[in-house]
């Protein structure tokens, strides 16, 4: 739930930005690379990056069984893939994925869903570490600790200082009481031993299915998540992690998308020192945009949001900083088909041509696909589908 007033920087009053001149700039160049995953049955991919450490992870299903799966970014494309969990009662879900991710030191945790009463769709974080660059995995552990036979999940991880990892989650906790229907945010830190230092709920109201996100700016992390107001408007808000408290829930920009459902469409978020960028899906009066905001102030205040797309969105963004401005990635409808579309944007409402990565499946097997910038390249990972198999497929931007 939004506790504060909307924070739109003063200098950039004015509505959404899409018609300045075009960035003067060279298009990306998209390079496909071998995938690390299989073939056929994978899908839901994720990335991570830490420093120079690059991690795709994602799941390989056979019958009921499903694994965790996750390689690294290496100097001529993806490692052998490695095994961080396994069991045949997880959750599985288009849009809420598990993910791998490194601590400062190498230490590996990963993150997944386990299934607790699949007659009610309720299910639990589980989290593990490996400290042997994911040979063996230690005892998974829960970050919640409520009891409940509800909804946990959309985790986003993130290092801290200290080899510590946080998480940000959506809990289902409240919804146990019948008349209680409340989503939540909640978050936790865990140090390279696994043990928690605490619990905090980060918002006490907000979408019921849409992906958190987080990113480090040099002033600490800062979560993006699909918030919701007692009238079902279901804009995005950040909060951030100042001094061990998290802020109050504050609006990127006053979409005023009234919905009775969740769209299970999330937002994306990435920083550089203070400079962040959030990118995120609307379909006020059932128009489809993708649109990104940008702030110079670690995310206390927005500029005017940023048109994305060129005509009509399905969302599923992804969002990654550049040395000027950000590398967006977001699902475009063209001619009835559905293209993974990426662009150069900035802060003053200059756009780049688009440019179409992949043509995709607009149904939910194709999932979100992922952007993440690693040192001098961006990096992406998708989901074909074809026939009724899913593979998970890479490209690589150098030197974008």
């Known amino acids: 739930m939004r506790t504060t007033a909307l924070l739109i920087a003063a200098a950039a009053l004015g509505g959404c930005s899409s018609s300045r001149a075009p960035i003067d700039k060279n298009q990306f160049t998209i390079q496909r ?3 690390p995953a299989a073939a056929g049955g994978s899908s839901e991919p994720q990335l991570t990056v830490t420093g120079d450490r690059a991690i795709l992870s994602w799941v390989e299903t056979t019958g009921a069984s499903a694994t965790l799966k996750f390689a690294e970014r290496t100097g001529g494309g ?20 598990p993910s791998v991710a490194s601590l400062e030191d190498g230490t590996l945790v990963a993150q997944w869903l386990q299934s607790t009463d699949p007659h009610v769709e309720a299910y639990d974080v589980r989290l593990a570490f490996s400290y042997d660059e994911g040979r063996t995995w230690s005892h998974a552990t829960t970050p919640h600790h409520d009891g409940t036979k509800t909804q946990h999940g959309f985790v986003s991880m993130f290092p801290l200082p200290a080899n510590r990892i946080g998480l940000v989650w959506l809990d289902g906790r ?11 945010v909640r978050a936790a830190t865990f140090d390279r031993d696994g043990r928690q230092a605490g619990e905090t709920l980060v918002d006490d109201r907000v979408c019921d299915c849409c992906p958190t996100a987080v990113a480090l700016t040099s002033d600490g992390p800062i979560a993006a998540f699909r918030d919701r107001s007692p009238k079902e408007v279901r804009d995005i808000s950040v909060s951030r992690l100042v001094n061990g408290a998290w802020t109050p829930s504050a609006s990127v920009h006053d979409d005023g998308w009234t919905i009775d459902a969740c769209p299970i469409n999330g937002p994306a978020v990435a ?3 203070r400079d962040v960028v959030v990118a995120w899906f609307t379909a006020k009066q059932d128009q489809g945009q993708a649109f990104a905001a940008f ?23 992804a969002i990654a900083m550049l040395d000027e401005g950000a590398a ?6 063209v001619d009835g088909r559905a293209e993974l579309k990426v662009r150069r944007v900035d802060s003053s409402g200059r756009r780049s041509p688009t440019q179409t990565v ?8 194709s999932g979100n696909a992922r952007m993440a910038r690693r040192g ?4 992406l990972a998708w989901t074909e589908t074809a026939g009724g198999n899913s593979a998970i497929k890479t490209a690589v931007i150098p030197r974008p």
């Open 33 to 35: 690379i071998a995938s």
């Open 78 to 97: 993806w490692s052998p893939p490695h095994q961080a969990a396994a069991g045949d009662d997880w959750f599985l879900s288009w849009a809420d994925v």
């Open 174 to 184: 409240n919804t146990a009481v019948p008349e209680n229907d409340n989503m939540t």
């Open 271 to 273: 920083a550089r020192g």
């Open 295 to 317: 702030s110079r102030d670690g995310g206390r205040t927005f500029g005017a949001p940023v048109r994305l797309d060129d005509g009509s969105s399905l969302g599923r963004v």
């Open 328 to 333: 967006a990635m977001w699902v475009e409808f």
């Open 358 to 365: 992949a043509g995709i499946n607009r149904d939910r097997a």
């Open 376 to 379: 001098r390249e961006l990096l």
